[in-house]
């Protein structure tokens, strides 16, 4: 079977020792799950990174940046390098959030300028795709997914795609005033993504594991974790409590591996 992925983006919440005790809390709710079968990742503020690297093993759960600079050095005050990220020993950066797109204005050519640099520096990228409202009112949502994912995997060589992981966030189903896709929409447009994946990369395409997020919670991770072209969940805010964050990942397991999508010929 393919690995199962769930992660969390802490955005501006938690300060360093929250930060600390929230990763060891979850650590140790986890420590019995298979990492070779579960991959567990979070990504914390820029100041929280070196105590979290310092608080948990990575091979327990993987620790990741929420943006990071496409040159390695130079006169880019505010921003944070590749260079600097590695001395941290973080192997995890998050590009094109839809908080970055939206709010900072960050275009699909910026972002490919950043997953091109840190596919270079060695790091997984977790690129992140979504539509807005309108979008999907308009009935272009697929055209806009594809366009965002030729365009910022543009320059990355076909062997590289183990390197590169997608999170879809619809945009109309992230934050406060979310409104969760269902599953059958959410799979829907995984489907589009990996279609789109394997015309990029050709088979490799394959590798590269597609995670739902957005208003991901208990009472509908279960029922997404399950459709045939989901890899893993990408949880904001029901993934903030430490405790209710493993218990959510244990209820999906349970739940898929006491269905039929467990098995490869389904997935």
């Known amino acids: 079977m393919k690995k199962i992925y769930f ?13 600390v005790d929230y990763l060891k809390t979850l650590a140790n709710e986890t420590a019995e799950l298979d990492r070779k079968r579960y991959e567990l ?14 608080s948990i093993s990575q091979e327990q759960v993987i620790l990741g940046a929420q943006n990071m600079a496409w040159e390695e050095e130079g006169q880019f005050t ?19 959030h839809s908080e ?9 050519d910026e972002e490919n300028k950043k997953v091109i640099c840190g596919v270079k520096n060695g790091f997984i990228v977790l690129l992140c795709i979504g539509e807005t409202d309108k979008d999907k009112m308009d009935g272009v949502s697929n055209e806009v997914l594809r366009s965002q994912l030729i365009r910022g995997l543009k320059g990355i060589k076909k062997e590289d795609a183990g390197k590169i992981w997608i999170a879809y966030e619809p945009v109309w189903a992230i934050g406060v005033n979310g409104k969760p896709a269902s ?28 995670l739902y997020g957005g ?12 459709q045939p072209y989901i890899d893993g969940l990408f949880v904001g805010r029901s993934a903030w409590n430490a405790k209710e964050f ?17 098995n490869d010929e389904s997935r």
């Open 7 to 19: 992660g969390t983006n802490l955005k501006m919440y938690k300060n360093i020792q929250q930060t």
């Open 41 to 54: 990742f979070v990504i914390p503020s820029y100041t929280a990174l070196p105590g979290a690297t310092e």
């Open 78 to 96: 505010g921003e944070v390098s590749p260079k600097m990220l590695e001395e941290l020993g973080i192997n995890l950066v998050m590009i094109g």
């Open 100 to 108: 970055r797109r939206h709010i900072f204005h960050e275009t699909d």
């Open 183 to 210: 599953e059958e929409y959410a799979n829907a447009k995984h489907k589009v993504i990996r279609e789109c994946l394997l015309e990029i990369f050709g088979n490799y395409g394959e590798d590269v594991p597609i």
């Open 215 to 226: 208003s991901v919670n208990p009472q509908n991770a279960n029922s997404l974790i399950v």
């Open 246 to 262: 493993a218990q959510l990942i244990f209820n999906t397991i349970c739940k898929l591996e006491n269905s039929k999508g467990i």
